[in-house]
């Protein structure tokens, strides 16, 4: 009796036991006695993530990560050990004695941390339903690392990337090597600390400008024109008090939708749509050649309805015409007469030599604009109004090369070179470039039948 008592006990345990194992793994958080093997994951809260090991496709590495827990699985939106990947499936996550979370290999080797210098007892690691995996001191509750200040290659919404212009402190975003690989690949996104100039997003391929959106006109970005799209609302780059300018997309939607760098610098903009119950691409940023930082070199300009591609503005002439005529466009333009006159406003006679403007309708602007100063009445005048005062801004200022107006910025203006214009057949902003009196009569009929 009792020997039967005592297995069905024991069943009873084992059972149990079973189930809170199940149980265990289903749950969103980390405890340093409940580590997380090769096959464990855990699920957020309201089930939109999921953290695990994952290998990608044609590798047999194997990676912690998070992911959509979705049917269609996506490549993982973070990976933790993303230089260090495991050879089998010997991994586990677990907090480590001083409360990091730590990824030991099959020999107990930690190959990567959360990396907290001042150690914290008794932490606790929770998969939010943001995507989020944040570690907290379990006593306080206090955030002492979140994987969304170290992205991978996804900006997910309420993730920020980050720079701030004092200290030069930066979250960026990083490209995988290539599908197989999410080790830091070539590419990365961020934004451009430029004092004096509006503020920009950049991806950098090994460190140099690859493309760049445009300045950020307070509603979305004046170079990717879809931007203004129902998804829009969602865009914010805003300022710090402290000198931080975050870009982050939030925006009530049950859509999934993020941005995903690709392994050639592309970014997707990327959602569920439900009605094929599968993942869509809202649009891509990188379009053409044309899109590519500074194709046509210094005062050129890009047409992906042209052919060939790049033109000198209005004014300047290929400086290496041979280079420039096999399709090598980096080393630009120059003025053709050596210098533009430089007419200040005069009341006096000399006040008809003053120099002119060519405007380029719907393009992506200049790289290194300045604001400058706005209007006292901005945005009370109409819009003509607003783009006169930049004109007599421009004017006033011999070193101002072009001018444009944008509701969302003001004036802008620019004083060094005019590198990376782009043609848009819609979109954009109407760009005006300074010419010499002498040269606006021709160059007025020659700008109309060829921009
Ligand atoms: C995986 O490998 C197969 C066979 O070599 C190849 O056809 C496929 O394109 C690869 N997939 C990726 C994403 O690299
Ligand atoms: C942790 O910090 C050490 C020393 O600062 C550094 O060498 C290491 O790469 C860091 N590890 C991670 C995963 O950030
Ligand atoms: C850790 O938590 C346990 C139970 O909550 C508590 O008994 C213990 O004192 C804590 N240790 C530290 C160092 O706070
Ligand atoms: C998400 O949104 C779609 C369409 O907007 C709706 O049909 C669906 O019920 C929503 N799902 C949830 C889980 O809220
Ligand atoms: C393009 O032209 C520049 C000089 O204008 C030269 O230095 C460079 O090597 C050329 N690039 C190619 C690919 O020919
Ligand atoms: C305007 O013209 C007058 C007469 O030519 C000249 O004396 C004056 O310096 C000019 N003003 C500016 C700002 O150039
Ligand atoms: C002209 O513009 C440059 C650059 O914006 C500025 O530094 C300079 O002070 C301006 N000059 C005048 C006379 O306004």
């Not at 973070?78 to 004695?97: C, F, H, Y």
């Amino acid at each position: 009796m009792g020997l039967v008592r005592n297995t069905s006990m024991s069943v009873l345990v084992l059972f149990l036991c079973c189930f809170c194992l199940d149980f265990g793994s289903a749950l969103d958080t980390i405890k340093s006695f409940q580590p997380i093997k090769d096959s464990d994951y855990i699920i957020s809260n309201g089930g939109a993530f999921k953290l695990g090991f994952f290998s990608p496709v044609n590798s047999t590495n194997h990676y912690l990560g998070i992911w959509y827990n979705k049917k269609s699985v996506l490549p993982a939106q973070w990976v933790a050990n993303r230089e260090k990947p495991l050879k089998d499936s010997s991994g586990v996550l677990t907090i480590s004695e001083d409360g990091n979370l730590v990824i030991l290999d099959g020999q107990k080797e930690i190959l990567w941390s959360s990396n907290v210098t001042n150690s914290v007892a008794n932490s606790s690691a929770q998969l939010l339903d943001s995507g989020n995996l944040v570690l907290r001191e379990s006593t306080t509750g206090t955030i002492v690392w979140e994987s969304f200040q170290h992205p991978s290659d996804t900006l997910l919404q309420r993730m920020k990337f980050s720079t701030n212009v004092r200290t030069g402190e930066k979250v960026q975003f990083s490209s995988w090597k290539s599908p197989s690989d999410p080790s830091i690949g070539s590419f990365s996104a961020g934004i451009q600390p430029q004092t004096q100039s509006l503020v920009q997003i950049f991806i950098w391929k090994d460190g140099s400008p690859f493309w760049r959106i445009g300045p950020w006109n307070s509603r979305s970005s004046i170079g990717i024109p879809e931007m203004n799209s129902i998804y829009r609302d969602g865009f914010c780059l805003t300022e710090d008090q402290d000198g931080t300018y975050y870009f982050s997309c939030s925006y009530v939607s049950n859509s999934s939708f993020h941005y995903v760098m690709t392994t050639e610098g592309d970014i997707l903009a990327r959602y569920w749509d439900f009605e094929k119950d599968d993942w869509g691409i809202l649009w891509n940023a990188v379009k053409s050649e044309c899109d590519v930082y500074g194709m046509c070199g210094a005062f050129g300009r890009c047409n992906s309805q042209n052919s060939p591609i790049c033109s000198c503005l209005p004014g300047f002439e290929p400086k290496n015409t041979k280079e420039w005529n096999r399709g090598n466009w980096t080393s630009g333009c120059v003025r053709r007469t050596p210098s533009s006159q430089c007419a200040v406003v005069n009341s006096s006679i000399e006040a008809v030599k003053m120099d002119g403007f060519l405007k380029l309708k719907t393009v992506k602007v200049p790289d290194f604009a300045d604001s400058l100063p706005a209007h006292e009445s901005f945005g009370g005048l109409s819009s003509t109004n607003n783009v006169d005062y930049c004109r007599q801004q421009c004017l006033e200022n011999c070193s101002c090369l072009a001018y444009a107006y944008d509701s969302g910025t003001g004036c802008m203006s620019w004083t060094r070179s005019l590198i990376d214009i782009q043609k848009f057949s819609s979109g954009g902003v109407d760009l005006y470039i300074r010419v010499a009196y002498s040269e606006l009569g021709e160059l007025v009929l020659l700008s109309l039948s060829r921009f």
